[in-house]
């Protein structure tokens, strides 16, 4: 008789978020937590499931105004996925894209209204689209338009995988 192996289980990803005043801001432009918990009048948690996408924008201002712009698309980490650690994401996730400074973050914010102006979801755009923003982001390039094109082609590869 073979000894049973066992497979280890995922945690699910929890992302904090926050609002203090006019200070600090962090939520969810998109995503569809499981749950979402209320810690005090000020933070809250939201809890996605392995393989789940969400998009978090934070914001820090002081007297002078915003100083930190930031916006992460991210993948909760699965049994196939290494997973980075990221303050305010337990136990981590897979980072898709990284924007910082105001005009990248609200050309992130731009994508993603246009995406959703074509009707489409941002949480079923392909991960590579997002890790292919964050590349173009990242060398100062314009990155390309999501289009009714490519996204049926997303899923008709997801089809063809699954």
Not at 33 to 46: T, V
Not at 126 to 141: C, E, G
């Given at each position: 008789m073979m000894p049973s192996v066992r497979v280890p289980t995922v945690p699910n990803m929890?992302?904090?978020l926050a609002t203090v005043?006019?200070?600090i801001n962090i939520w969810l432009?998109?995503?569809a937590?499981?749950?979402?918990?209320?810690?005090?009048?000020?933070?809250?948690?939201?809890v996605f499931l392995p393989g789940a996408v969400c998009c978090r924008v934070s914001w820090a201002a002081n007297d002078y105004g915003t100083v930190h712009w930031q916006v992460m698309v991210l993948q909760a980490g699965t049994q196939r996925d290494g997973i980075q650690r990221i303050a305010g994401v337990a136990p981590g996730a897979r980072i898709l894209l990284c924007a910082e400074g105001e005009p990248r973050v609200k050309a992130v914010l731009a994508i993603v209204d246009a995406i959703e102006a074509l009707g489409i979801s941002p949480l079923h755009v392909?991960?590579?689209?997002?890790?292919?923003?964050?590349?173009?982001?990242?060398?100062?390039?314009v990155p390309p338009a999501y289009t009714?094109?490519?996204?049926?082609?997303h899923l008709a590869r997801s089809a063809l995988t699954n």
């Open positions: 929890r992302v904090a005043g006019q200070r432009r998109f995503g937590p499981q749950r979402i918990f209320r810690l005090d009048d000020y933070r809250r948690q939201a392909s991960t590579v689209y997002w890790q292919v923003v964050n590349d173009r982001l990242a060398a100062r390039l009714a094109e490519r996204h049926a082609a």
